[in-house]
């Protein structure tokens, strides 16, 4: 996925994430979530947190854990979007205008555009035509909402806890 100013290669689920996140200015993260539990190995991006909170909150060389009722955890996993598969955007309501284009090629795949617009922004869907109709991209005008490529439908995502140091993340 990417959004503006950072770049991600995770693999998720209603349940799961496992992946790095690299961001424009501020490093990279390594996260895994498994149900309730979020672990996230800093690479960098502490640093930039850092000097905005003015403090040491992630540690070197150990991967924070805790829950998302912890501030912390709760925003290094929000890079995964999981609620975009129980809670989709609407683009900010239900009066939104879906309409269907024409089949086009989409990362070599044929697909289909379903285009949403609201509020003076749209996203874009892209559903195979072959097959079973899964996602194949989404495309956003929004700076929130993640641009993404959506494959290994059927695979698990296989997220566990990580090996290598383990600390409790801070609390607020």
Not at 8 to 18: G, M, P
Not at 31 to 56: H, N, P, R, Y
Not at 105 to 114: H, K, N, S
């Amino acid at each position: 996925m990417t959004c503006s100013g950072a770049s991600s290669d995770l693999k998720v689920s209603a349940t799961e994430c496992v992946g790095t996140v690299q961001t424009k200015d501020k490093g990279s993260l390594e996260t895994v979530i498994k149900g309730d539990d979020v672990w996230a190995l800093d690479s960098g991006l502490a640093d930039g947190f850092d000097a905005e909170i003015g403090s040491d909150r992630l540690f070197a060389d150990a991967w924070p854990h805790g829950t998302e009722d912890n501030a912390l955890m709760k925003s290094l996993a929000s890079w995964c979007h999981r609620e975009q598969f129980t809670e989709p955007d609407t683009l900010g309501g239900t009066d939104s205008e879906v309409t269907e284009g024409k089949v086009t090629t989409v990362d070599g795949r044929q697909a289909v555009p379903l285009v949403t617009t609201a509020n003076g922004e749209s996203v874009t869907w892209y559903a195979a035509t072959t097959g079973e109709p899964l996602l194949v991209r989404q495309d956003s005008t929004r700076d929130d909402m993640p641009e993404g490529v959506f494959s290994g439908f059927g695979t698990t995502v296989g997220a566990a806890k990580p090996s290598g140091t383990v600390q409790e993340a801070p609390e607020e």
